[in-house]
C-alpha cells in the first residue's frame, strides 16, 4: 500500500471510529446539553472521517467510495489508533479520550493545512476549526471535574489514568506522512499538561504502550463496534433511502 | 434559495453559494458551494435544491461542484444576512480569529431586547454551526451562530 493512501485511511479510521463512539452517547449524556454536544462533536467527526476516506479510496484507485471503506472492511482493514475503539467508558473516560484526540488532532489538522498535499491540506484548513472547540470542550469539563469535587477528581483521574498508555501510539513517527506525527508531540504534551495541572490533575507515568492499530491490530473492543456498524449495510447492499 | 436549516436567510447571505458560472463553450452552468461544518447534514438537501432550481429554469445539465477550501468562515455571512438572523432572533456570529482558536471573551448581544447581559447555557446548539445562550435580561434563550 503506497503512504499516502494509508495516512489518508488512518486519518479518516480515526474520525471514523470517535464519531460512532461518541454517537453512542445519545440519548445517554447527563445533560440535554451534553447530548447535543456529544451528537455535534460526533457529525464533525463524521464530517472529517467521509471527506479523508473518499479521498483514500481516490488515491487507491480500486474504486471504493468512502461507504465501501467504512461498511466493507474488516477490523484488520481498519487503521485507526486504538485510543478511539476504546469503550467510552464513564463520562470522565470520555472527556479524557476526546482531550486526548483533540489535543492530537488540532495540532495534526493545522500542520496538514500547509501540506503540499492540497486535498489534505483543504481538509486540514476545514477541520482544525472544528477540532478546536472540541479542545476547548473537553478541557472545560476536565477542569471542572478535576477541580470539583473529591468524587469527580477521582473519576477523572481514574478517567485520564485508564487512556494514557494509548497516547504514545499517536505520536509514533511516520516518516513519509506528509505530517510526521512524531513532531507534533511535544505542543501536544505542553496543552495536556497545562490542563491535567490546572485541573489538578496528574500526568500519568506509563511503562505499558500498547499500539498497532496502524498496522490493524486492534482490541476485540473495534469488531463489537463494527458488527454495530457495518450490520445494516451488508444486510441491505447497496440500499439507499 | 433559502437555507434549509435557517430559512430565514439564502445560501448566498450565509456564504456557501461561491459562484454561479456558465462555461463559455458549453453553455453548462456550474454552482459552486462549500459546507459551513464538515459533517453539516444540510448538504445533501442543499444539492438537490440547487438542481431542482436549475432544472426548472432550462438548466437541466448543470454541474454543482463542492469545494472546502478556503474553508467556510463566519466572516462570509454578508451584511444583510447578519440582519435576518438577528430579526429571526438569531444572534449572529462576532469576527472570527484568524489563528483558528476559538474566541470566547466577547459579548453577545440578545436579539431580542439588544441587552450584552447574556450567557451561554450550552457550547452547541440545534444546528453544527450554533451555540445555546439566554438573556439574562429580557430572559429569554436564543440561538447565536458561533464564530468559525
Known sequence: ?241 | MVDPEIRVVTIDDLGILRSVQEDPATGRVVVTITPTYTGCPAMDVIRADIRRALVATGHPDAEVRTVHKPAWSTDWISDAGRAKLAAAGIAPPAPARRDGVVPLTLAVRCPRCGSPETEQISRFGSTACKALWRCRSCAEPFDHVKAL
Open chain 1, 1 to 241: 500500500m503506497n503512504g499516502p493512501f494509508t495516512f489518508a485511511l488512518a486519518l479518516g479510521d480515526d474520525s471514523l471510529i470517535a464519531a460512532q463512539r461518541l454517537a453512542e452517547w445519545t440519548t445517554r449524556a447527563p445533560e440535554m446539553e451534553e447530548d447535543v454536544a456529544l451528537a455535534n462533536i460526533a457529525l464533525d467527526q463524521l464530517g472529517a472521517a467521509r471527506l479523508l476516506l473518499t479521498y483514500a479510496g481516490e488515491l487507491e484507485g480500486a474504486g471504493r467510495d468512502e461507504d465501501a471503506l467504512a461498511y466493507l472492511r474488516d477490523d484488520r482493514e481498519f487503521r485507526n489508533c486504538l485510543l478511539v475503539e476504546l469503550p467510552n467508558g464513564d463520562f470522565a473516560v470520555t472527556m479524557a479520550k476526546l482531550l486526548v484526540l483533540a489535543a492530537y488532532q488540532v495540532p495534526l489538522y493545522t500542520a496538514l493545512a500547509v501540506c503540499p498535499d492540497e486535498r489534505l491540506a483543504a481538509i486540514g484548513a476545514k477541520a482544525r476549526k472544528e477540532s478546536a472547540y472540541h479542545l476547548d470542550h473537553a478541557m472545560l469539563w476536565v477542569k471542572r471535574l478535576g477541580d470539583g469535587t473529591e468524587e469527580s477528581h477521582r473519576r477523572m483521574q481514574a478517567g485520564v489514568d485508564q487512556i494514557w498508555p494509548y497516547v504514545d501510539e499517536l505520536f509514533t513517527t511516520w516518516p513519509d506522512a506528509p505530517v510526521d506525527p512524531a513532531v507534533l508531540r511535544p505542543g501536544f504534551d505542553d496543552t495536556v499538561t497545562e490542563v491535567l495541572t490546572t485541573a489538578t490533575l496528574t500526568v500519568p507515568q506509563v511503562s505499558w504502550t500498547p499500539a498497532g492499530g496502524r498496522d490493524g491490530v486492534h482490541t476485540e473492543h473495534l469488531s463489537y463496534l463494527l458488527a454495530e456498524m457495518q450490520v445494516l449495510h451488508r444486510a441491505h447492499p447497496g440500499a439507499r433511502w
